[in-house]
């Protein structure tokens, strides 16, 4: 139990569908991000929420919409996906995020999302 | 340039030696260093954090690292089956809120 639920765990969907990914942590923690991680890649940052505010948008396509309603929950709404988005999406909370900070993140176990 | 960068492996290791994973960063800036072990199917774990210049003991981890030549690693003493995985090293920058991951070294503690 790391403390960052992640759901659902697994995730098929068609292109044309809507979807979301939801994410709570448990840990009193300030910051939560969304990765992406695919096969042989490195994580790739995909956004960055410190105390509910956006601070970070890694180029991200626009088909992928985050949320953030309070610090401990973390949502990325999916809409009209592409089959290269098929990934492992992690989710990541830690203290804070600021330029400063040097605290570690701690991971949910992901959602396994494949596009149909 | 990768701004974090790792062989991918597979390093192999018999079970009971030394596994020593590196890691190259290029923000010479960079303050902060993680590493986590990520079992297949499952999440990045934290396994130890360094801030300063040198070495960092936990149990059978030791990090080490050298800002000059923007370099950290870690080794496994006593390697076991138990850790073999992919081990990803992080970095965060002094700009902005990135953490910045590597793509990650396999490694194979054979019995």
């Known amino acids: 139990e790391t403390g960052v639920t992640q759901t659902p765990r697994h995730l098929v969907m068609g292109m044309t569908n809507k979807k979301s990914l939801k994410c709570e942590q448990h840990?009193?923690?300030?910051?939560m991000y969304w990765y992406k991680q695919s096969a042989k890649k490195p994580l790739e940052l995909m956004f960055v929420?410190?105390?509910?505010?956006?601070?970070e948008n890694n180029s991200v396509p626009s088909r992928f919409s985050p949320e953030c309603p309070n610090s401990s929950h973390l949502f990325l709404h999916l809409h009209t996906l592409q089959p290269e988005d098929s990934a492992l999406y992690l989710c990541?909370?830690?203290?804070?995020?600021?330029?400063?900070?040097?605290?570690?993140?701690?991971f949910g176990d992901g959602t396994r999302l494949s596009i149909l | 340039q990768k701004e974090v960068e790792q062989n991918s492996g597979p390093l192999s290791v018999p079970e009971g030696a030394i596994a020593s994973l590196n890691c190259t960063y290029s923000d010479r800036g960079s303050q902060s260093f993680f590493w986590y072990r990520q079992y297949s199917g499952k999440s990045p774990e934290l396994i130890m954090f360094i801030y300063s210049n040198g070495d960092k003991e936990d149990g059978r981890f030791t990090a080490q690292l050298n800002k000059a030549s923007q370099y950290v690693s870690l080794l496994i003493r006593d390697s076991q089956p138990s850790d073999s995985a992919t081990y990803l090293c992080a970095v965060k920058g002094t700009g902005g809120f990135k953490t910045i991951f590597g793509a990650g070294t396999r490694l194979f503690v054979k019995a």
């Open positions: 840990l009193g923690h300030n910051a």
């Open positions: 990541a909370s830690s203290q804070d995020s600021g330029q400063g900070s040097n605290q570690p993140q701690h």
């Open positions: 929420y410190n105390f509910k505010e956006q601070t």
